[in-house]
């Protein structure tokens, strides 16, 4: 397989076996799947069928119990604390549903944060934040505080947050969530902007309309995928 082919994302039996008093909660169970790279995924299921913790293994927030994790071509799913810290915040971009801005910092230090831990110089800083503002069309609002935002103007920021780093990988977990329909349909159209331009996704949603708009669908119930299917 050439490097150009390699999937960015390689699951080869992933599991996670969470252990609470004396129960056992198999959350992701023996998940195999591959997501080429440039792929609008969403990841689909009834609640508590295993999306987030899925998302969570893949954006390396946690660590499988078994299986193995490929990223782009790197084995990853045995990597120390350090390490997952430094793939994270190199190669993936994440989008949660609340947010997670630091309500004393401005809009354009929120997105400028995380690129100050690859020492990377101040100049190339203030260039991506611009054009990561530009992006979203949020550059008017760069000195502002979160709190002076509506919920919808501070998706668009964690969304130029996460894009700003450039990463290898956007993952989106319910980022609709707490916006009302207008707004979830602006943040939705810049999803849609990203992948044509070349971003790789992954999505969880419970909204079938959103669903639809990703190229495919990985259905998970009880821990483990039960279907997939593209979309036009």
Same mark, same amino acid.
């Given at each position: 397989?050439?490097?150009?082919?390699?999937?960015?994302? &390689?699951?080869?039996?992933?599991?996670?076996? %969470?252990?609470?008093?004396?129960?056992?909660?198999?959350?992701?169970?023996?998940?195999?799947?591959?997501?080429?790279?440039?792929?609008?995924?969403?990841?689909?299921?009834?609640?508590?069928?295993?999306?987030?913790?899925?998302? +969570?293994?893949? !954006?390396?927030?946690?660590?499988?119990?078994?299986?193995?994790?490929?990223?782009?071509?790197?084995?990853?799913?045995?990597?120390?604390?350090?390490?997952?810290?430094?793939?994270? $915040?190199?190669?993936?971009?994440?989008? %949660?549903?609340?947010? $997670?801005?630091?309500?004393?910092?401005?809009?354009?230090? /929120?997105?400028?944060?995380?690129?100050?831990?690859?020492?990377?110089? #101040?100049?190339?800083?203030? &260039?991506?934040?611009?054009?990561?503002?530009?992006?979203?069309?949020?550059?008017?609002?760069?000195?502002?505080?979160?709190?002076?935002? +509506? !919920?919808?103007?501070?998706?668009?920021?964690?969304?130029?947050?996460?894009?700003? !780093?450039?990463?290898?990988?956007?993952?989106?977990?319910?980022?609709?969530?707490?916006?009302? +329909?207008? /707004? !979830?349909? #602006?943040?939705?159209?810049?999803?849609?902007?990203?992948?044509?331009?070349?971003?790789?996704?992954?999505?969880?949603?419970? /909204?079938?309309?959103?669903?639809?708009? #990703?190229?495919?669908?990985?259905?998970?119930?009880?821990?483990?995928?039960?279907?997939?299917?593209?979309?036009?």
């Amino acid at each position: 397989m050439q490097a150009s082919d390699t999937p960015i994302i &390689r699951l080869e039996g992933v599991k996670k076996v %969470f252990h609470t008093d004396e129960v056992e909660t198999h959350a992701v169970a023996d998940v195999r799947c591959e997501i080429p790279r440039g792929q609008y995924v969403c990841i689909a299921g009834p609640s508590g069928s295993g999306k987030t913790t899925l998302l +969570s293994l893949i !954006g390396l927030l946690d660590t499988p119990t078994a299986g193995t994790y490929l990223l782009d071509g790197r084995e990853v799913s045995r990597l120390s604390a350090t390490q997952r810290a430094r793939v994270r $915040n190199e190669r993936i971009g994440f989008v %949660f549903q609340s947010f $997670n801005l630091i309500g004393d910092l401005t809009v354009a230090e /929120n997105i400028e944060l995380p690129l100050t831990y690859r020492a990377m110089p #101040a100049a190339e800083r203030r &260039r991506r934040v611009e054009s990561a503002l530009e992006r979203v069309g949020m550059s008017h609002r760069a000195r502002h505080l979160p709190a002076q935002l +509506s !919920g919808g103007q501070q998706q668009r920021v964690a969304v130029a947050r996460a894009v700003a !780093g450039e990463p290898l990988l956007l993952l989106a977990d319910e980022p609709t969530g707490n916006l009302d +329909s207008r /707004n !979830g349909d #602006a943040v939705m159209g810049l999803l849609r902007e990203l992948h044509r331009s070349g971003t790789t996704i992954v999505m969880v949603t419970h /909204n079938p309309e959103y669903a639809r708009q #990703a190229e495919r669908t990985i259905h998970l119930f009880d821990g483990r995928v039960v279907e997939e299917g593209g979309h036009a």
